[in-house]
């Protein structure tokens, strides 16, 4: 596939949080067929078992290539950390999970070559980050953060209790011999919301890799497009077509939807996977 | 059904929380044999549609009836509050939601006849409590209360930031025309677990209504078995048997659910409900 014709991009979270890797892809990418999947009568995958979490991304896979996909992005970073293999056996067209992005964006930014990762516990338990990173050269602390979803879809994203569990959780990632760690991966879809709280608590020499853009960055490198600033107007005018399919309620994935994706949610199809 | 045989009683939830029925369901009705099964892969129903808590709630009852359960027992107030009349038509033996005895409990409590019911978003926006509570005379300030669950689950029921989570919701929950209600009902079957911090957070004249523990004794009176006290040496002493069921990771079920049982939770069997 080259850049020279409009692409469709089939993007795959368990519900609402891949919104912001798709979010990231509309920067980007802007001249391209968009079809979002989340399966969000299924969500969180957070509390399921690596076999529950490959049987359903599946068949969320093969519903996108049916629908048209020609790359399929695993916006989750559970369903990546925990079944990436099996979803990439299972499909006929290429995948891009958001580890493997944010591990390699985390490795060159990091001088010390120590990082912080933080996510569900489920990323966390599945050591895909520290796997990815390690085989960088690059040391790593993991730290399950499960209060910032439900804080984040709650709406407290600039909130005195969300900060107050941020110092909880970040002063224990950076604690002993991680202190001097100088990267902190969010390595969880819904935490580029609390990016600006994040920043705010973390320590001051920190860069933060937000996983959902270095994943935009690589499907743009995988698409072999170029940056905006070098493509032609009508390229850079060129509106980006969105479709999204979830598989419960519309109207809450419209609604929790627009928070996440920064602009209207309008397009949405509901649909019944039976497994 | 009497009290003269020892009773199976099918338990059902969601996931873990359902547990905290069970511990009561314990406490007052020792000598019975249990079935609890926990659709750990498919949590939080609380997210979910009536039609989808429908269709997994039924699949899970069908599943304890086969297995031998004579009572019902829906520990679970999301499914209740959202799917209990398609539950109560599929099913060929009794069941026993605990919105209805939560609701009973609270009404018969409150002099003022005002009271506040604190649940999860889907418990809330169902209006089951409303409905029910209305029907008996009384008044109802309903207040969705998101973190509670994972704060619990997080294993924070005595710290600092579930404290002034507590002090925002039920200042909130007790605001205005609400200010002088007198009855709390807990409608989520994790709240059993941050009842100590509620009691110290909510209003002092206010009655705390465990819809745990009203369910259990509404069970209790549907077998006719009489209270404890009353009954003879054998049947005090009598051990409960206890099975469970869990659609996701057993490790995961034992681990989290000792701590809502609060007894040792051994014997788990993982089950694959098809949809």
């Known amino acids: 596939m080259t850049a020279s014709r409009r692409p469709t991009i089939g993007v795959f979270d368990s519900g609402v949080g891949g919104l912001t890797v798709l979010r990231a892809l509309l920067e980007r990418i802007p001249a ?19 076999a529950t979490v490959a ?11 049916d629908h048209g996909a020609e790359l399929l992005v695993i916006a989750c970073n559970t369903a990546t950390a925990l079944a990436f ?4 056996a299972a499909s006929r067209v290429d995948v891009i999970g958001v580890v493997e992005p944010g591990a390699a964006a985390a490795a060159s930014a990091s001088r010390k070559r120590k990082v912080v990762v933080i996510g569900t516990d489920a990323t966390i338990s599945s050591h895909a980050y520290q796997r990815a990173l390690e085989a960088k050269g690059v040391s790593v602390r993991e730290k399950a953060c499960p209060l910032f979803v439900p804080l984040v879809e709650e709406g407290w994203v600039e909130h005195s209790v969300t900060e107050q569990v941020a110092r909880i959780y970040l002063s ?31 320590p001051d020499h920190v860069i933060i890799v937000d996983s959902a853009e270095s994943t935009a960055h690589a499907v743009a490198e995988q698409l072999r497009i ?32 627009t928070r996440f994706l920064g602009r209207s949610v309008e397009d949405v199809v509901h649909v019944d996977l039976k497994e």
């Open 85 to 88: 293999d099996p979803i990439r």
């Open 32 to 50: 391209a067929d968009y079809l979002y999947f989340g399966d969000t009568a299924r969500l969180p995958y957070g509390s399921k078992s690596a």
């Open 226 to 257: 170029e940056p905006l600033h070098l493509r032609d107007e009508s390229e850079r005018r060129a509106l980006p077509r969105l479709k999204f399919f979830a598989t419960d309620s519309v109207e809450k994935f419209k609604k929790m939807g």
């Open 172 to 202: 224990e990632a950076f604690s002993q011999d991680a202190s001097d760690a100088d990267v902190l991966v969010l390595g969880c879809t819904h935490y580029p919301l609390i990016k600006p709280l994040l920043r705010r608590v973390a």
């Open 55 to 65: 049987h359903y991304a599946t068949g969320a896979v093969h519903y996108l290539q």
